[in-house]
């Protein structure tokens, strides 16, 4: 007997309740509305379906089942209890046998025989035991979770933003066909905005997700030439919007992209950024983790650990530990998870309600002042506004171990600070402004000694040079009054220094008739930089999926169907042989439909006279409020009209009209 007819003989003998728990495990086998139990057997057998359903197997049913296979078509129950080293009473071995039967992937054939469904492997190496569930994780109540989720969720927001100011300013190479950006210009990007490899992963993969950052589709006329047309990771044209908003606003948009993401969490294994997915492994991974720390009540606190344990038993084919691991790690990068509990931003993201509201009272709005401390650090708690940020960005260096809120001075900061343009005394003036406290001592100290050693040495500044290697024309050049503007200055043989940029010098120098080109330090031409582009956002390629255009099935449906497909394979009852009915009944209903005025027990009356043929007295119209008797014994009735025999011979009587009938004398 073949696997599916085998199926489909088990499933003869189960009742409606054991074929509806297979449909709720099985829902995709349902969709067709299976006709028959046979049919059910077939889609069951679908190879698609068996691996969507061992995929949804826990780590102590795929033992048994891995065994099951190892043993062959026909293994006792006993056979398979002996491999695993338990006893067929085991409760973890009958737990997996309900579990597979009820998806349809092992049941009982004969006395204490199992089968397996076609169309699965065994791994090459059979299982020793049955993976035991890992311990449920330690639950504590704990205090609010929300003071220690700002920090993180505040980093992000930075990171990111930076990130988006980044690409704006430097070209980001992506390399073409989905190859993503590469290992070594992610740790080029790391190293620019002064984290590690796998923050600026996730950085880009959530940028992109949230239309922030997209990549440049490739010039397709370029590529039938055999050109080698570089792909970049370009803002959007949403970015300007959003790094405009307020810090809460942009962590929204962030936690709304980051349970949809397809890429694998950011492991501590180096990969490639933006690598086209196969799959959707990344966001069901991301779903799993904020439904598990849903799952608890609000301000209990879960061991992490633990947590990621029982997603890697309870669903191996979606959850490993790293990759788990680097999942909730994300969460809590993201302030949606924290001390192992549920942030209120992330129980408002699983629910889907008041975000934004939650956002704001997370992340505070931006600040202008900093915590200027004795050991050269400076301290913003939350996130600076831009101009604060941009004078400590100018006079400091952000600490790589808190990017977000600590900038550390040193003597080569500073000295950056004054070859920017700025005196000592502009300096800690500015310095005193932002500063929630007087400046520190060695603060002062510091910005002076540099101040003083600052300018021994000086270089003048030139705006561009012009060089020629004709000396007569150089000549000319310096010596032209319409080119008085420029300032030009004789620097060595063929070189002119000029007062004005570049971008002046050309234009005045085109207007009074000369063709001169834009060159780097070593004479070649230079394309000039053009302005910032942004191009429509291009949301990452959703993972391939099966299209559903029907109604998925309610429980109730999968009810109903279970109890259709049963009972269409019992055997029709037999036909209850109706007992023929009398004369008289017969005649009586008929009679009965036709007579408009005659009562029941006057119908009888007639019905017993046409069956037995005896005499009774009727009244019949004979015209408008006239009625006439007659003793008649009838004889046939047919159409409506009664035959019957009078004192005067034959006569017929339409059953309408008659009014009334008696018995004679």
Known sequence: MGRKSALATWLHQLEPADVEKILLRRPDAAESQPHSLRRLADELSVVSSVRKAVDALDQGCLDVLNAALHLGEGMSARALARSLRVSPEDPDLGRALDRLREAALLWPIGEGCLRTIGGLRAMDAPPARITPPPPAPCRASGASVEDSATAPASST????????????????????????????????????????????RLWVELAVHAELLAVEELDRRALMHGGETPQHLLPSTTSDAWRASPPARRLVDLVRAWPRMNWSPATAKPRSALADQVSDLGAAIRSGVLARFAAEPAGF??????????????????????????????????????????????????????VEEAAERLVPPPTGVARLQADLTAVVSGLPTAELSALLDAVADSDERDTASVWRFSATSVRRALDAGRTAEELLAELAAVAENELPQPLTYLVNDVARRHGQVTVTTVACCVRTEDSALLQEIAAHRGLTPLGLVVLGPGVLASLKPAEETLDLLRDNGYAPIVADISGAPVIGRVEPRRIVPNRPKPAPARHHWRTPLTPEDMARLAADLVRREQPEPEPVTRMAESPRISTARLLRDQSLFLPDAEVILLAEALVTRTSVEIDVASGPRKTAQHVITPVEHAAGNLTATTDGGPREFLISHIRSVRAVG
């Open 301 to 354: 606190v879960l061991d992490t650990a633990g947590v990621v344990a029982e997603l890697a038993w309870r669903l191996p084919a979606v959850h490993t530990e790293l990759m788990t691991a680097a999942a909730v790690r994300e969460a809590e990068a993201l302030g949606l998870v924290s001390l192992g509990c549920l942030t209120e931003l992330g129980r408002a993201l699983v629910a889907d309600d008041g």
């Open 157 to 200: 927001v930075d990171g990111v933003t930076r990130l988006v100011e980044l690409c704006d300013a430097q070209s980001i190479a992506v390399r073409r066909y989905g190859g993503g950006i590469g290992i070594r210009e992610l740790r080029r990007m790391a190293a620019e905005l002064r984290t590690d490899e796998r923050h600026v």
